[in-house]
T-cell receptor, first 114, second 115 residues
Framework: GDSVTQMEGPVTLSEEAFLTINCTYTATGYPSLFWYVQYPGEGLQLLLKATKADDKGSNKGFEATYRKETTSFHLEKGSVQVSDSAVYFCALRRLDNQGGKLIFGQGTELSVKP | SAVISQKPSRDICQRGTSLTIQCQVDSQVTMMFWYRQQPGQSLTLIATANQGSEATYESGFVIDKFPISRPNLTFSTLTVSNMSPEDSSIYLC????????????FGPGTRLLVL
């Protein structure tokens, strides 16, 4: 079945460091791909998305490119801030006869130190 | 994007009791979903709440344990029945905005602790 695999956390970085969180997926067809972020004590917020191969999603300095050939959607940011500390979830949207369903990776906790 | 609210935001319950969680959206949406996030875990889809018909449950979730209502296009409830400590989780509802490339937006979640 469809699945999403993320790199294990926690990831600890110093402020202004470069961030990469790896995400790979297994799916039939060409699903839409998403990154969601969960700040401490809060619900999920959509960070960015891509709907087809080679699309690049971007938001708040974060970027991810839909790579069909490597079935990947890695999240990157050039310079992280303390306020980026959160749990990041990669997800794919699977279509079936009930509509779209999100399948999530296990989440990667990011901690940014001043 | 749709604005989603959930009630209660958190609760502490005794085992054997039931809790009903409400999800309200500020616009009419076709698709509403309920997810569970166990402590330190990822999100798992419980069911799709269909307006005017029975909810569609994922493998491992049953209607007797998680009855769902969807009386209109802006509201849904999830009941966690006969609770045990293993039901301690965050329960989140989400909606799919079909008008914006079918993106799902999430409510703030209900944090449930069962003693």
């Amino acid at each position: 079945g469809d699945s999403v695999t993320q790199m294990e956390g926690p990831v600890t970085l110093s402020e202004e460091a470069f961030l990469t969180i790896n995400c790979t997926y297994t799916a039939t067809g060409y699903p839409s791909l998403f990154w969601y972020v969960q700040y401490p004590g809060e619900g999920l917020q959509l960070l960015l998305k891509a709907t087809k191969a080679d699309d690049k999603g971007s938001n708040k300095g974060f970027e991810a490119t839909y790579r069909k050939e490597t079935t990947s959607f890695h999240l990157e940011k050039g310079s992280v801030q303390v306020s980026d500390s959160a749990v990041y979830f990669c997800a794919l949207r699977r279509l079936d006869n009930q509509g779209g369903k999100l399948i999530f990776g296990q989440g990667t906790e990011l901690s940014v130190k001043p | 994007s749709a604005v989603i609210s959930q009630k209660p935001s958190r609760d502490i319950c005794q085992r054997g009791t039931s809790l009903t969680i409400q999800c309200q959206v500020d616009s009419q949406v076709t698709m509403m979903f309920w997810y569970r996030q166990q402590p330190g875990q990822s999100l798992t889809l419980i069911a799709t709440a269909n307006q005017g018909s029975e909810a569609t449950y994922e493998s491992g979730f049953v209607i007797d344990k998680f009855p769902i209502s969807r009386p209109n296009l802006t509201f849904s409830t999830l009941t966690v029945s006969n609770m045990s400590p293993e039901d301690s989780s965050i329960y989140l509802c989400s909606v799919e905005d079909g008008g914006y490339q079918e993106t799902q937006y999430f409510g703030p979640g209900t944090r449930l602790l069962v003693l």
